[in-house]
């Protein structure tokens, strides 16, 4: 039972350039999140997932989209990266019917120059 | 929306000493309280949670209490160690809206021995 994974756990990026990271977890839950992390302000939702096919924007969407094609994957797309995402990246995952904690990932830590 | 306030910032404390950090949130509809425990390079971990049916929770050394009508909570580790030093987090959220967490901006416990 391996959690919560992520993919990459770095990279470095141009501006400009786009990517993708995944985030996996084999708990069968149901709701999937991506947070962000910047020194000194907490994590803030970037997009959350409440079931396979649906998604909805959290606090800080700009500049990003997600999928959720399979119950076990939430992708999150960066199309056009700036330095202003530079950040660390945190996937979570819960199940609304066993308890209300969620599960981070390990993080992706993205630099863009 | 939803918005909470962590304090301290930073908190040092002797060995054996107890730490309290609070937090306040704005909206009155939240109803799931949850304690992050997150240290350098690693991911964030529940270390207690609690619902606003109950006003106070222990496991252990760590507490946390909730006080509705104010709008704040607490967490207290008590009999401190040098193993407790790392930035915890407090957050807020609306299980029945999706479960986003709104975390405050964290607190870095140091425990001197």
């Known amino acids: 039972n391996a959690g919560v994974t992520q993919t990459p756990k770095f990279r470095v990026l141009k501006t400009g350039q786009s990517m993708t990271l995944l985030c996996a977890q084999d708990m069968n839950h149901e709701y999937m999140y991506w947070y962000r992390q910047d020194p000194g302000m907490g994590l803030r939702l970037i997009h959350y997932?409440?079931?396979?096919?649906?998604?909805a924007k959290g606090e800080v969407p700009d500049g990003y989209n997600v999928s959720r094609l399979k119950k076990q994957n939430f992708l999150l797309g960066l199309e056009s990266a700036a330095p202003s995402q530079t950040s660390v990246y945190f996937c979570a995952s819960s199940h609304p019917a066993d308890s209300y904690e969620q599960y981070f990932g390990p993080g992706t830590r993205l630099t863009v120059t | 929306g939803e918005n909470v306030e962590q304090h301290p910032s930073t908190l040092s404390v002797q060995e054996g000493d107890s730490a309290v950090i609070k937090c306040t949130y704005s909206d009155s509809a939240s109803n799931y309280f949850p304690w992050y425990k997150q240290e350098l390079g690693k991911r964030p971990q529940l270390i207690i949670d609690i619902r606003s049916n109950v006003g106070e929770k222990k496991d252990q050394r760590i507490a946390v209490t909730l006080n509705k009508t104010a709008k704040h909570f607490s967490l207290h580790i008590t009999e401190t160690q040098p193993e407790d030093s790392a930035v915890y987090f407090c957050?807020?959220?609306?299980?029945?809206?999706?479960?986003?967490?709104?975390f405050g901006a964290g607190t870095i416990l140091r425990v001197k021995s």
């Open positions: 997932s409440v079931g396979e096919g649906t998604t």
């Open positions: 957050a807020a959220s609306r299980p029945s809206r999706g479960n986003k967490l709104v």
